[in-house]
């Protein structure tokens, strides 16, 4: 395994997480210059990265009094800077004035200027993020960069495919990335005002590709001023994240978007979602009302005309009629997140209808409460045991309050995962508990700890 080749060890990596990549840098000095190109895609420490700059960057600092608050006298490892992909730029101003004594405006544009500079000279951005929605730092000393006077600018950001910004930032900076910036395919936006700058309107403009598309409203305003901006987008656009608040949401805006692979809603007001009630997405993979999801008839009805090939299904403050058209209307369901309550022997019915319909559903989340229209937990843990299809296997439980088989007997949760264990098709379960207030009896944990050795269960944790 350390033998493999660098363009294997690359293969491999694109993979992993992180933290896993990190464990890599010591195996040896290949995998070492494979794992840090990864790492370093976002800046890890500017302290490294200002010692990458130029001894001619330095002789500027030095003209400039400029004191940088620690520099190390060895050269680093690797020139870090080809490797970086992805900037934030907020984060960027930020840490640039940690690392300069005497602090000024001043100071901190030429530290940025040369930082820059030397980025443009050796990579092609892919990432460029602006994302305070109050009042963006990085935005404002960027805007002051002059970008057009250096020869590379172009090429640094012509493979831009991510922007991630505020509608806030200095217009400056809109009117800089227009010049360079017409293939975006992500673009995540905070929309602090309803006076949008023409600079920024010239950017949207220019793009002809735009795949993923996220809007978050921070405030009151007209929402359909802000999403006229982006109807020329109806074809290309197969993701679509709206947050939009308190205000109304734009549902006509929405409808447009017939090639849409996912659909995320956040809103306090679905009063208008009766217009989506005809409206076919044949190519709909993920739904999710990360807020209030819409009146009952309006989602079983939207339900049933997009089910049939959704993959990921996040309901909010749903109920069981919206959980009988899933059973219904998506048979290639893998992951589904639902509230279950009502009579407890509806509630039954409705485990058992998604459990034997859905039979490609990997994952299940569910809130479980003392409330007696909340689907108790260890009749849960019992159907999911007896009746899940054979690719289940993760089980997340959101509490209200205290559980009562996790601080119960440990003689029923024992019978639980032996059951498991036991199945003819098994797959390793990962139980994930959420909830302020849970506590889990130390013969509880005895048993879980057992079957986690035993490799029935892969994963237990507790999100608090």
């Known amino acids: 395994m350390s033998q493999l080749t660098a363009d294997c060890l690359h293969e491999i990596f694109e993979h992993l997480k992180d933290m896993d990549i990190r464990s890599c840098l010591l195996v040896n000095s290949r995998w070492c210059e494979v794992s840090v190109r990864f790492i370093w895609k976002h800046i890890q ?32 490892l ?42 443009m000279n ?38 831009l495919s991510e922007l991630d910004c505020c509608t806030n930032i200095h217009s400056g900076l809109f009117l800089k990335l227009s010049k360079w910036c017409h293939d975006i ?26 795949k993923c598309l996220k809007i978050k409203c ?19 656009l197969i993701k679509l994240d709206l947050n939009v608040g308190r205000n109304q949401l734009p549902i006509s805006f929405v409808a447009k978007f017939t090639n849409l692979q996912e659909l995320i809603l956040s809103c306090d007001n679905m009063m208008r979602f009766h217009n989506l009630d005809d409206i076919v997405f044949p190519t709909l993979r993920t739904l999710k009302f990360t807020d209030k999801c819409p009146r009952d008839g309006h989602l079983c009805k939207f339900i049933e005309n997009n089910g049939k ?3 990921e299904l996040h309901l909010n403050d749903n109920n069981n009629l919206a959980n009988f058209t899933i059973a219904g209307s998506c048979p290639k369901l893998k992951s589904l997140r639902t509230d279950i309550w009502g009579k407890e022997i509806e509630n039954l ?24 229209d909340h689907v108790d937990e260890e009749i849960l843990l019992e159907y999911v045991v007896d009746n899940s299809p054979g690719n289940f296997h993760k089980l997340i439980i959101r509490f209200e309050n205290q559980s009562k088989i996790f601080s119960g007997s440990p003689e029923n949760l024992d019978s639980i995962f032996t059951k498991w264990e036991n199945r003819i098709r098994r797959i390793p379960l990962s139980l994930i508990l959420h909830g302020s207030h849970l506590k889990i009896k130390e013969d509880n944990m005895k048993v879980l700890e057992k079957f986690k050795k035993l490799n029935v269960i892969k994963t237990f944790k507790i999100d608090n």
């Open 45 to 76: 420490n500017y302290h490294t990265l200002i010692a990458c700059l130029s001894n001619e960057s330095k002789e500027i600092f030095s003209k400039e009094n400029i004191i940088l608050s620690s520099q190390n006298p060895n050269p680093p």
């Open 78 to 119: 690797f020139n870090y800077g080809m490797f970086i992909q992805n900037i934030e730029f907020n984060d960027f101003a930020k840490r640039i004035k940690y690392h300069i004594l005497e602090v000024n405006d001043h100071k901190i544009v030429i530290v940025m200027e040369e930082i820059v500079k030397m980025l």
């Open 122 to 159: 050796q990579i092609s951005l892919k990432t460029l993020v602006f994302n305070q929605c109050s009042y963006s730092l990085g935005g404002h000393y960027f805007s002051y960069l002059p970008l057009e006077r250096y020869p590379r600018a172009m090429d640094f950001f012509k493979n």
């Open 185 to 210: 395919q992500t673009l995540k936006i905070s929309f602090t005002t309803n006076n949008l700058s023409k600079e920024f309107s010239d950017l949207i403009s220019i793009q002809q590709n735009l």
């Open 218 to 236: 921070c405030g009151k305003m007209d929402t359909s001023s802000i999403t006229q901006h982006f109807n020329k987008f109806h074809n290309t």
């Open 309 to 311: 090939n959704l993959k």
């Open 349 to 372: 019915s409705v485990i058992k209808a998604i459990l034997h319909s859905c039979q490609q559903l990997e994952r299940l989340e569910v809130k479980c409460s003392r409330r007696e």
